[in-house]
Antibody
Framework: QVQLQQWGPGLLKPSETLSLTCAVS????????WNWIRQPPGKRLEWIGE???????KYNPSLKSRLNISLDMSKNQFSLSLRSMTAADTAMYYC???????????????WGQGTLVTVSS | SSELTQDPAVSVALGQTARITCQGP??????ASWYQQKPGQAPVLVTF???GRPSGIPDRFSGSTSGTTASLTITGTQAEDEADYYC????????????FGGGTKLTVL
């Protein structure tokens, strides 16, 4: 059974950098995409970005200038780095695996448990 | 702003059929996936693709698409189905970025 276990700090000050890591167990990196998704309190899910097995990345344009997502296959982990955090970045952050089949079916089939990140001075 | 639009709230009587919709231009090219989220929990995939349903998801959950509208149908809705439901897909840009709808709060009466 695939499991995603994530960790990182829960409290940051404005202007600091958020670093989160997600460890993958029970499955292969091959053929999948590895995503970060966030959800501000009481609000909708927001896709942050993804990294593929080859290291190719795609980012949400609204976060692209502050964002880096990377993959460490030797450790079965992928990571998020989001710079210059503000109160608007306060949210639950999730890691998730996505798959696309026949270029038609796209879904996030496994999710991490979530990390609540609060940005406050 | 999100390219997928959902009604904020839907209510259904216990045992009846609930239908939650999601509209967006990219749904002409990609199927929607649907996620159930209960308070304090991570989202759970309930349907994907044309007919897909992950193992462990009851068969009362089904997805469908017509044109630019995707639907999640819950047949014989149970009290435990009360939750927020989000649709997800790829956007209609050439970059094919992930996108979610705004979510629908399902209330079981």
């Amino acid at each position: 059974q695939v499991q995603l276990q994530q960790w990182g700090p829960g409290l940051l000050k404005p202007s600091e950098t958020l670093s989160l890591t997600c460890a993958v167990s029970g499955g292969s990196f091959s053929g999948y995409y590895w995503n970060w998704i966030r959800q501000p309190p009481g609000k909708r899910l927001e896709w942050i970005g993804e990294v593929s097995q080859s290291g190719s990345v795609k980012y949400n344009p609204s976060l692209k200038s502050r964002l880096n997502i990377s993959l460490d296959m030797s450790k079965n982990q992928f990571s998020l780095s989001l710079r210059s955090m503000t109160a608007a970045d306060t949210a639950m952050y999730y890691c998730a695996r996505s798959t696309i089949v026949l270029n038609l079916e796209y879904s996030f089939d496994y999710w991490g448990q979530g990390t609540l990140v609060t940005v406050s001075s | 702003s999100s390219e997928l639009t959902q009604d904020p709230a839907v209510s259904v009587a216990l045992g009846q059929t609930a239908r939650i919709t999601c509209q967006g231009p990219s749904l002409r090219s990609y199927y929607a996936s649907w996620y159930q989220q209960k308070p304090g929990q991570a989202p759970v995939l309930v349907t994907f693709g044309k007919y897909g349903r992950p193992s462990g998801i009851p068969d009362r959950f089904s997805g469908s698409t017509s044109g630019t509208t995707a639907s999640l149908t819950i047949t014989g809705t149970q009290a435990e189905d009360e939750a927020d439901y989000y649709c997800g897909s790829l956007d209609s840009s050439s970059d094919r970025l992930g996108v979610f709808g705004g979510g629908t709060k399902l209330t079981v009466l």
